[in-house]
């Protein structure tokens, strides 16, 4: 199938880069502090670095698998499970990808509505960023992995944490190690979920020049989410105590309320207007995964099938009518990326170690 | 050429899409500064919100229309509030919110739930502690020339920037209430005779208003809390013979050992400073004569600082923060042993001033 993509529309390895850190640094980037700093408070940083070298392992399973088959995992799927149930397999993942960007839109705007418009409607603001998912996905991968530059935005507003230094209290860090490894556990599945999102690799595989070079940029972009990630923590844990953390809705956005301009008293707005911004490359990598597996199975054209999608994902969104609602959905997707990432792909390894050559399907 | 045509058909969804939400023009808004809740009858709430009226020509520019409405919930008071008010009410450029003494006693949160829930409601707002109604203070004439929320605004901030008052804030207070190991304290703000004055600092166990400090005591106790470099000192060395000394520079650092099963605590602290007034006559100052006065310095922030943490623990209260320093030293600590343990601690304070000039003079 590689053969039938054309040189022109293939990307570079680099691109990887884009497409992996930007799936990552979703909504689980919002909220990660409290949840795991309900589960073990100050040692939060050490399951932050041990999710990251979970991922790490999974990113060099996951390519173990890819660069066998040299192809992507809805045409794994096949030859591995047989035609039917292989679909069966892939339509999972289209699900997937499509309860991800779901899941993603609908906590945005609800960041929007809490803390800027509480009077904006769901559908206006889904309307809006679905129009300009679907234009980009129109415009190509190319276009797609372009529009990943906008989760870059962040790292601008990263060194105005330094603002904080006067309020951090570092002796929130310690004692170090004062939990369970049951509970470390726990709380490793509860940080996967900010994790989640390299899995998309697994589509765009093939899309890439020499694919197998993309690795190194994946790992990369799993290396800098943890860094990321890190700063984030560390910054919440020593800003807020621990019982306060585990109150505060979204302690990412919590912590620009402390940074004040002459002329912008209120810094935090446009920090959760920029956050907006990230949700739309997120919807069109989903989008965009979701109508290649459609066409892949069923041969639809993308161009129906995307519309389609979004028209999916709307109604989705405007489903959802509050936050225990959204809460749950995060729990279902927390629920099957887990299984995606410590089940099916270590799986996936075993069976791929095991099969001599994978036939083409 | 579609493409083209179909992209232009968006701008008008765009520009119709602006509407979909509430304007709020600046002119036809009213932004309070300062609010003031108290207790009302029975278990209300009452709520007073000073909002500035812009005149914009004459002798008083701004003038603050004030009114108070009481009920269960400090949103629906201000409801109510917003009933008698011709402009919509926003909340975000709030800067101070006083509490009176009797709401204080009973428990400041429950009215502060609403303020800690709204995002447009600053975290870096200021909180204090009326001694007496926040309703009659606001109420009261003291500021001519400033609106009222802006003057008690400046007022809190050159104190703690360049005064004797702790740094404070509503996400500092929200902190420390939350924090395990740790009791919030607030500034105390007292009416007087057409004059604010900051006179303490209240101390909270829990969320309530349990004891409060007077500004002497409250200079020894910003050089336990933090880093400093503010504030002037006065040491008596005989009945007519006063020196004050600036501080330049402040430094304090906790240490825990655990013997026979208590913790005892060394609070340590490090001062450099100027002398900027002796009143003696014709007084040269010798090495001796410093190191009296470095002694005597010392002497009474061992003292006072001693004193202030004897009454804390006769109080319960931690305002401190000795738990919270224990539980980053203790692996499984328990809060609920250390509250047993709090009263009996044994904290000594190390003070040691060091002064390193004498101003222009010798």
Known sequence: MAGKIGEKSLLSPFMAFFAAHCMQLGIGHLTFQSDVAKLVGQDSWIVVCLTGIMFHLVIWMMYRVLNKAQNDIISINQAFFGRWAGNVLNLFFLGYFLLFGGTTLRTFIYVVQVWLFPDVQTWILSLILLLLACYAVFGGLRTVIGVCLFSLIHYVLLPLHLELVPYLHFNNLLPAMDHSTSEMIRATQKMTFSFLGLEILMIYYPWFKQPQKSERWVHLANAATTLFYLIEIAASLTFFSKDQLVRVQWPTLALFQFFRLPYIERFEFIVVTFNLLRAVPILCLCLWSASRIAKTITRIRPSRTVPFFAA??????????????????????????????????????VLSMIAKKVKPA | MMKGVSALLIVPFFLTSAGCVQKSVIDQIT??????IDKGPGSMISVTISSPLYKGDGESKIMNIVSTAASRTSQKAGGILQEENQSPFHYGKLSVTLAGSELAKGGISKALDSTLRDPRVSKLMYLAVVDGRAQQMLEADWSKQMEKGRYLHQLITNNIKSGHLPPNNLHMFEYAWLGQGRDPYLPLVKLQEKKIKITGLALFDDDKFVASLNDEEMKIFRLLVEKTKTGTFEVGLNTDEYVSILNQHSQVRYRMATRSGIPEFTIRVRMKGMIRE?????????????????????????????ELIRRFQKLGIDPLGFGDFARSRTRHWDEVKWREQYPHLKVTIDAEVNISGTGATK
Not at chain 2, 31 to 36: C, E, F, Q, S, T
């Open chain 2, 278 to 306: 002796i009143t003696a006559h014709k007084l040269k100052v010798t090495d001796p004569y410093k190191r009296r006065v470095e002694l005597e310095l010392g002497k009474s922030i061992i003292d006072t600082g001693e």
């Open chain 2, 31 to 36: 932004l309070p500064i300062v609010a003031g």
């Open chain 1, 312 to 349: 999916l994902l709307a109604i989705f969104a405007i489903l959802l009518p509050d936050y225990s609602a959204i809460n749950q959905v995060h729990q279902w997707g927390n629920l099957m990326g887990n299984g995606l990432v410590y089940g099916y792909i270590p799986l996936m390894f």
